[in-house]
């Protein structure tokens, strides 16, 4: 499907360069953020106590964050559990203070608006959970990584598949330098929608390099630079429709989800974002470099040299 169909080639990579110039500062910028700063981390990875509520009638969120606000809480998660009126609480841990004595205070300011609110359960998050979620987090980073490696590799040709890994991990560095840089809190969530931009990510990619594998068979005059700048071009018109609709997903739950969807639907933006970017122009860069060549996606054979069908046959590359 295409809304508009672009009859002249755009000469994308005569400015690979200079782009990914831009996307090398970019990549040490949030580098540098991420080893001076590094991420703030929520409850779920450094440890807390984790409360549930339940009140008489359905619970004003926004008024259970103020009121745990003004105990001096910054970074409280606070979302339904169940029903609407069931509510979970996070609370970083502080130290001297133990889990028992946060829940008593929370529940009393809680108790100020609403004297029905009743304590449900009380737990206490340790760092040890916290590290095991880290590490099981890394874990899952690097299998997304080396599947899509293989997956690559198999369908196209391994210096695709370098040129994906090194443009995704660019989408990924770029999200976590952004988080490192405003202090955003970095939870579950958050880690979910990076392991989504990847997927999202190596989709428009794979996009792409069918397109130049296409190409390779159809245009036997054409140059590599002119190949990659025709597939580009060529779908541009689905990469508009595509990520613009989910990108108007993304913002309602940006703008109407609540505190709770707020980071999530921040990242996917971000990711979004530079994964157009990354997939257009990074790894379509890094593949030309590579001296990704037809050779290397068409694969020749004596039956299609000599089918009469085969527009192309006969053809000397």
């Known amino acids: 499907m295409e809304f508009f169909r672009i009859h002249r080639t755009i000469p994308f990579m005569r400015h690979a360069l200079v782009l990914n110039i831009v996307s090398f500062v970019t990549f040490a910028l949030a580098v540098f953020f991420l080893v001076t700063k590094g991420l703030h981390l929520s409850v779920e990875f450094t440890g807390g106590t984790v409360m549930e509520v339940a009140y008489s009638q359905p619970a004003d969120l926004s008024k259970v964050r103020s009121a745990i606000g003004k105990l001096g809480y910054a970074d409280v998660q606070v979302q339904n559990f169940g029903t609407s009126r069931d509510v979970l609480i996070r609370l970083p841990a502080q130290k001297g203070v133990s889990a028992s004595e946060q829940s008593t205070k929370v529940v009393e300011a809680l108790k100020a608006d609403e004297p029905s609110v009743q304590l449900r359960r009380n737990e206490f998050v340790g760092p040890q959970v916290g590290d095991e979620l880290t590490t099981n987090g890394l874990k899952a980073l690097g299998m997304v990584v080396v599947g899509i490696m293989i997956y690559l590799a198999f369908r196209f040709e391994w210096k695709f598949a370098l040129a994906t890994v090194l443009a995704n991990l660019h989408d990924v560095v770029i999200i976590l330098g952004f988080f490192a840089y405003f202090q955003w809190e970095f939870s579950l969530a958050v880690l979910a929608a990076v392991l989504a931009v990847l997927g999202y990510s190596v989709n428009e990619s794979v996009v792409i390099f069918d397109r130049i594998r296409e190409n390779f068979r159809r245009y036997r005059k054409m140059s590599t630079v002119e190949i990659i700048d025709n597939a580009i071009t060529s779908t541009i018109s689905r990469t508009i429709i595509t990520h613009g609709s989910t990108q108007l997903v993304v913002l309602s739950m940006f703008f109407f989800g609540g505190p709770t969807l707020h980071y999530f639907s921040l990242a996917l933006t971000i990711g979004i974002c530079f994964g157009i970017y990354s997939s ?20 020749h054979s004596a039956k299609r040299d000599g089918d009469p069908d085969d527009p192309n046959a006969g053809a000397v590359v």
């Open 280 to 299: 257009a122009f990074v790894a379509a860069a890094i593949a030309m470099w590579l001296g990704v060549k037809r050779e290397d996606l068409v694969k």
